[in-house]
């Protein structure tokens, strides 16, 4: 699996030109992600919160571990979909 993923990024860098790597990001990009990473962040807090409550009232540890997995993927999934919102809105 790691093979395939430095050849899934080498093979793109080799093929892509010089103006695509040398593209820097512009102010729209740097606010969207700013903002996007702001959301996710506040998903992540919210649920580096509520994890600790369910380690205390839930007697399962598998249950509290799945949760805290689950949080990290909401928070990616919040930060993606709100990069794909804000572009879609012309930020």
């Known amino acids: 699996a790691i093979s395939v993923l430095i050849a899934s990024h080498i093979i793109p860098a080799v093929h892509s030109g010089k103006e695509d790597v040398d ?24 649920g580096a919160w509520l994890i600790p409550v369910l380690a205390i009232q839930l007697t399962e540890p598998l249950v509290v571990a799945n949760s805290a997995l689950a949080v990290l993927v909401a928070s990616a999934i919040v930060l993606h979909g709100s990069q794909v919102w804000y572009y879609r809105l012309g930020l």
């Open 23 to 46: 593209a820097a990001a512009d102010e729209r990009d740097k606010l969207i992600d700013l903002f996007s990473t702001r959301n996710a962040h506040y998903v992540l807090l919210i």
